[in-house]
């Protein structure tokens, strides 16, 4: 295993260390780990442990890391590690995220080795950071990105958002799109649900990211303990039309049962129940992870065109000019895309890690 000193921590009296990467502030003691399970306290020194072990990588079609308005029917290579800074009960990748003894089974792969398979795969823009938490594999994520970034192709972050501002703004220069995952509508869900946790500071990284001109879209997974927070939801839909952007794309995604939560699958009418509460306030509402249909489409809010056709296993670009606007009202929809005529591309199934 590959020890790598950490970015982003003080040391302290007696060897501790206190770890500023996210909004957790972990105190160490020698040899104790933070609350990701990854960040370890040497002697008096904070490193990572998993620094460069692959735990999953294939190539997915973009819009699997939900990201409709990027590059929409492009391809990606994904890669994560193990490890979160997290603890969610409902966690969809639970095998990854709150998995910190099986790092033996990791690829090892070197940030230059990361870009030169990003390069290799037939129309891939680049790399996605996601499967767990890529705050938590921080030293990795910022080499490779700075590396993919000099050679041309895109990087993307797919977050929880619990990182602190520092560590943030000292990557976003080289991240193209972020992809935030909101957990909970309220501090108390995070503080009673997601260990002790915050929603602000995930507010912030969104208010952030915007600020930057940075590429945003947001994820809200529906949990069973969401259905009954009508209220709370509505509140942050408000939030991002009136403090953010109404255009900014919200997900909302669906809840599958778990290791941990043995709870049916949120049905598709508490879904579409959640979509118009927002689509009151919000342009562009997708439901996802769920099975493509025509709520999975871009349509412009304006003239109600279909811009992408989202409804089958292909992609399809119907409605968009080259400079992404609509082409029946002329009403900017996207600003990164690579139009073709009548464009389509097939999703790709993970080639390495299947989640």
Same mark, same amino acid.
């Given at each position: 295993?590959?020890?790598?000193?950490?970015?982003?921590?003080?040391?302290? @009296?007696? *060897? !501790?260390?206190? =770890?500023?990467? =996210?909004?957790?502030?972990?105190?160490?003691?020698?040899?104790?780990?933070? *609350?990701?399970?990854?960040?370890?306290?040497?002697?008096? *020194?904070?490193?990572?442990? $998993?620094?460069?072990?692959?735990?999953?990588?294939?190539?997915?079609?973009?819009?699997?890391? &939900?990201?409709?308005? #990027?590059?929409?029917? &492009?391809?990606?290579?994904?890669?994560?590690?193990?490890?979160?800074?997290?603890?969610?009960?409902? =966690?969809?990748? @639970?095998?990854? &995220?709150?998995?910190?003894?099986?790092?033996?089974?990791?690829?090892?792969?070197?940030?230059?080795?990361?870009?030169?398979?990003?390069?290799?795969?037939?129309?891939?823009?680049?790399?996605?950071?996601?499967?767990?938490?890529?705050?938590?594999?921080?030293?990795?994520?910022?080499?490779?990105?700075?590396?993919?970034?000099?050679?041309?192709?895109?990087?993307?972050?797919?977050?929880?958002?619990?990182?602190?501002?520092?560590?943030?703004?000292?990557?976003?220069?080289?991240?193209?799109?972020? $992809?935030?995952?909101?957990?909970?509508?309220?501090?108390?869900?995070? @503080?009673?649900?997601?260990?002790?946790?915050?929603?602000?500071?995930?507010?912030?990284?969104?208010?952030?990211?915007?600020?930057?001109?940075?590429?945003?879209?947001?994820?809200?997974?529906?949990?069973?303990?969401?259905?009954?927070?009508?209220?709370?939801?509505?509140?942050?839909?408000?939030?991002?039309?009136?403090?953010?952007?109404?255009?900014?794309?919200?997900?909302?995604?669906?809840?599958?049962?778990?290791?941990?939560?043995?709870?049916?699958?949120?049905?598709?009418?508490?879904?579409?129940? #959640?979509?118009?509460?927002?689509?009151?306030?919000?342009?562009?509402?997708?439901?996802?992870?769920? !099975?493509?249909?025509?709520?999975?489409?871009?349509?412009?809010?304006?003239?109600?065109?279909?811009?992408?056709?989202?409804?089958?296993?292909?992609?399809?670009?119907?409605?968009?000019?080259?400079?992404?606007? $609509?082409?029946? $009202?002329?009403?900017?929809?996207?600003?990164?895309?690579?139009?073709?005529? !009548?464009?389509?591309?097939?999703?790709?199934?993970?080639?390495?890690?299947?989640?």
């Amino acid at each position: 295993m590959e020890y790598r000193e950490a970015l982003f921590y003080n040391q302290l @009296q007696n *060897k !501790e260390v206190e =770890c500023i990467l =996210c909004p957790h502030n972990c105190k160490l003691k020698t040899n104790e780990k933070g *609350k990701c399970g990854v960040r370890k306290n040497i002697e008096g *020194k904070l490193f990572s442990e $998993c620094y460069g072990n692959i735990a999953a990588l294939g190539v997915d079609n973009i819009e699997s890391r &939900s990201l409709y308005h #990027f590059y929409p029917g &492009s391809n990606v290579m994904a890669i994560g590690t193990n490890g979160c800074n997290l603890r969610c009960s409902f =966690c969809q990748n @639970q095998h990854l &995220s709150q998995n910190t003894n099986q790092i033996f089974y990791s690829r090892k792969l070197t940030p230059d080795e990361i870009s030169e398979l990003a390069l290799r795969h037939v129309k891939n823009i680049g790399v996605a950071f996601t499967y767990n938490e890529p705050t938590i594999f921080y030293e990795f994520l910022k080499e490779s990105a700075q590396i993919i970034h000099d050679k041309g192709l895109k990087n993307v972050m797919i977050t929880n958002g619990f990182i602190n501002s520092d560590p943030l703004l000292d990557i976003i220069d080289t991240i193209d799109a972020f $992809c935030v995952s909101i957990k909970g509508f309220s501090d108390q869900f995070y @503080q009673n649900e997601i260990n002790e946790s915050q929603l602000q500071p995930v507010l912030d990284t969104i208010k952030r990211i915007y600020e930057s001109g940075k590429h945003l879209e947001v994820i809200v997974l529906l949990t069973p303990k969401s259905y009954d927070k009508k209220e709370e939801f509505v509140k942050l839909v408000d939030w991002i039309a009136d403090e953010i952007n109404a255009d900014i794309p919200l997900h909302i995604h669906r809840f599958y049962p778990n290791l941990l939560v043995d709870s049916a699958p949120t049905s598709l009418e508490i879904l579409e129940e #959640f979509r118009q509460l927002a689509i009151e306030r919000l342009n562009f509402v997708y439901l996802s992870n769920i !099975e493509k249909t025509e709520r999975s489409n871009t349509v412009c809010p304006d003239c109600m065109q279909l811009n992408v056709d989202r409804s089958n296993e292909y992609t399809r670009i119907t409605g968009l000019t080259e400079d992404g606007k $609509c082409s029946n $009202c002329n009403r900017k929809i996207m600003k990164n895309l690579e139009v073709e005529e !009548e464009s389509e591309n097939r999703f790709h199934q993970s080639s390495y890690g299947e989640h």
